[in-house]
């Protein structure tokens, strides 16, 4: 009986010995030659590389040396979904000193907004030293005047006009409120940015005040651009005209909505483009899309009555407030189907744009205005 409890006393010895050794050997230790080894038994955390996440590897890559991400390289579009060849790298890296960075369509807030979500989960650096370039080219092409061009360095053609069009200028500020909110994803960036996006923030919604569109003493709308330095309304494209917008002007409203203390002068520009907005709404139509055979495109648009509808136009003339349809030729139609068929199919000439404004946003901004409470 004595000799089997020792052997199974071995046994149990044995057993946490090995254990023992077995924990010694997982546990990784940093040596140093010649030191001595007392001092180097504890585990030493080694370096990870960073996470990496490939829209974000992309974006990186397509980042021009100016800070800001071109919508297009030639006549094919920035794609983060296609796969990007190690040629594909190579020949985009060394596009880096183009001039073709811009807001339009998007571009440049749509990478920030990624790059800065993309730090938030990954913790890589490079994600959050591109969010914070982009951001610093936002604030580099901003005119004194609080307006944005188009494009930034590139001012050729209509580019360096204020540019409200496709809600270019709109989606800029709201990214630099949202930095200067210290909002997610924006509030782990260069705190520095943050006193720099609200004066641009502060100097945008001035120049919106002073951009909207005034009619013996009433302000109305907005244009989609604007002449940089008179502040004036300005044609772009042929079929872009100087006129009112019945859709960008939607989005501009609902910027200043977000105003948290808005001033009397804040308050009015918004009231007037609302009432502006239900006056010129075309009651009683609709706009269509219909097979069209015979026509170039094989498809057309058409306005059309229909009892309860509610359609707007997207130009309105200045000093009328009559809709206007442009085509290529640049001249002024008062008629749809008068313009080609081109542009009909092509381009959105009426829509919907300001009826959720209308029916639920400013009941709701009026109620929080009234109450005080934050937007």
């Given at each position: 009986m004595l000799r089997l409890l020792l052997l199974l006393s071995g046994l149990a010895v044995t057993a946490v010995g090995t254990s023992c050794a077995r924990q010694t050997l997982t546990a990784e230790t940093v040596s140093t030659p010649g030191a001595d080894p007392a001092t180097t038994a504890n585990p030493v955390a080694q370096p990870q590389a960073a996470l990496q996440d490939s829209t974000a590897e992309k974006m990186l890559v397509y980042q021009r040396a100016v800070g800001g991400w071109p919508k297009a390289v030639g006549s094919a579009k920035v794609d983060y979904k296609h796969p990007m060849s190690a040629a594909d790298r190579a020949r985009t890296l060394a596009d880096k000193n183009r001039n073709d960075a811009t807001i339009d369509n998007n571009a440049t807030s749509r990478e920030i907004i990624y790059?800065?979500?993309?730090?938030?989960?990954?913790?890589?650096?490079?994600?959050?030293?591109?969010?914070?370039?982009?951001?610093?080219?936002?604030?580099?092409m901003q005119y004194a005047n609080g307006g944005f061009p188009q494009y930034y360095p590139d001012f050729s053609n209509y580019r360096h006009q204020i540019t409200y069009n496709d809600n270019a200028m709109v989606r800029v500020l709201q990214v630099l409120?949202?930095?200067?909110?210290?909002?997610?994803?924006?509030?782990?960036?260069?705190?520095?940015?943050?006193?720099?996006?609200?004066?641009?923030?502060?100097?945008?919604?001035?120049c919106i005040l002073k951009t909207q569109y005034v009619r013996q003493g009433q302000p109305t709308a907005w244009c989609a651009q604007?002449?940089?330095?008179t502040l004036q309304p300005a044609k772009a494209r042929a079929f872009e005209l100087a006129s009112l917008s019945g859709d960008?002007?939607?989005?501009?409203?609902?910027?200043?909505?977000?105003?948290?203390?808005p001033s009397p002068a804040v308050r009015k520009s918004i009231e007037s483009a609302v009432a502006w907005f239900q006056k010129v709404k075309l009651t009683g139509y609709t706009m269509k899309e219909i097979a069209a055979p015979g026509e170039?495109?094989?498809?057309?648009?058409?306005?059309?009555?229909?009892?309860?509808?509610?359609?707007?136009?997207?130009f309105y003339e200045l000093d009328t407030d009559r809709p206007i349809y442009v085509g290529r030729d640049s001249k002024v139609h008062y008629q749809l189907s008068e313009i080609e068929n081109e542009r009909r199919a092509g381009y959105l000439y009426a829509g919907t744009w300001p009826a959720k404004l209308l029916e639920k946003d400013y009941p709701a901004w009026q109620k929080r205005v009234s109450t005080g409470e934050k937007p």
């Open positions: 790059l800065a979500q993309a730090y938030q989960k990954t913790n890589n650096p490079a994600y959050r030293q591109g969010a914070e370039n982009g951001i610093r080219y936002l604030l580099k409120r949202e930095v200067g909110q210290q909002k997610a994803p924006y509030n782990g960036l260069d705190a520095a940015l943050v006193p720099q996006a609200k004066a641009a923030v502060e100097r945008g919604i001035d604007y002449d940089e330095k960008e002007s939607v989005e501009i409203v609902r910027f200043l909505m977000g105003v948290e203390k170039p495109t094989g498809r057309d648009r058409v306005i059309v009555p229909e009892a309860g509808a509610t359609l707007w136009a997207r």
